[in-house]
């Protein structure tokens, strides 16, 4: 599978984006998918997970209450809803599915991943 994520962009902190990941195949609709996101100097993080029906999600506790992952997969996309943005939520953001069978995927599970979208918050 191919992703491909966009939406990304310069936002003042306390401000909104939702990103989009379009998914080429068939089996979009069966993998779970994530969200990740890496700052310049530190290691990627696991931002949110959605199960193939969407039914399950987690969050990471830094962005619980803010972030707000879904899916629609008669449109193969996956979305991340972020409000009250942060400086510290500037990062490229990666969306990520995984093979896995049912649930949500751990960090290592992911086996295809996008390009990534930079998203910057300034204060």
């Known amino acids: 599978v191919q992703l491909q994520a966009s939406g990304g962009g310069l936002v003042q902190a306390g401000g909104s984006l939702r990103l989009s990941c379009i998914a080429s195949?068939?089996?979009?609709?069966?993998?779970?998918m994530g969200w990740f996101r890496q700052a310049p100097g530190k290691e990627r993080e696991y931002v949110a997970a959605?199960?193939?029906?969407?039914?399950?999600?987690w969050y990471v506790d830094s962005v619980k209450g803010r972030f707000t992952i879904s899916r629609v997969n008669a449109n193969y996309t996956l979305y991340l809803q972020m409000n009250s943005l942060k400086p510290e939520d500037t990062a490229v953001y990666y969306c990520?599915?995984?093979?896995?069978?049912?649930?949500?995927?751990?960090?290592?599970?992911?086996?295809?991943w996008g390009q990534g979208t930079l998203v910057t918050v300034s204060s």
């Open positions: 959605i199960s193939w029906s969407g039914s399950s999600t």
């Open positions: 195949g068939d089996a979009f609709a069966s993998y779970p």
């Open positions: 990520a599915a995984s093979a896995i069978r049912g649930g949500l995927a751990r960090y290592s599970e992911y086996e295809y």
